[in-house]
């Protein structure tokens, strides 16, 4: 789903992604990780350090993202919050 082979630039660009989720949809923190094996690695996120439970969501075949939020995420928001990364995503191929 994420096609840039350069690390440094799918850092920054899950974090500008991540910074965005956090101001427009008042989250706590947003990270992404992509599977290596049978383990998660940490790509890229924003936000602070909360201590709510984050929701994971696996948006590809190895890319993953947690949304820490100190509310429950409605079906709505987190429809919203995952077609807007999905869009995101999507421009980058």
């Known amino acids: 789903m994420i096609f840039i082979s350069n690390e440094?630039?799918?850092?920054?660009?899950?974090?500008?992604i991540s910074k965005t989720l956090c101001e427009n949809f008042g989250l706590k923190k947003v990270y992404f990780a992509e599977s290596v094996g049978?383990?998660?690695?940490?790509?890229?996120?924003?936000?602070?350090?909360?201590?709510?439970?984050?929701?994971?969501?696996?948006?590809s075949h190895n890319?993953?993202?947690?949304i820490e939020s100190n509310e429950?995420?409605?079906?709505?928001?987190?429809e919203k919050i995952l077609d807007f990364i999905e869009r995101e995503l999507r421009r980058l191929k």
């Open 8 to 16: 440094k630039e799918k850092e920054r660009v899950l974090s500008e």
């Open 38 to 59: 049978r383990r998660l690695h940490h790509i890229a996120g924003y936000g602070e350090e909360s201590f709510y439970p984050s929701e994971k969501f696996h948006l």
């Open 63 to 66: 890319l993953y993202v947690f």
């Open 72 to 78: 429950e995420l409605k079906d709505d928001r987190r």
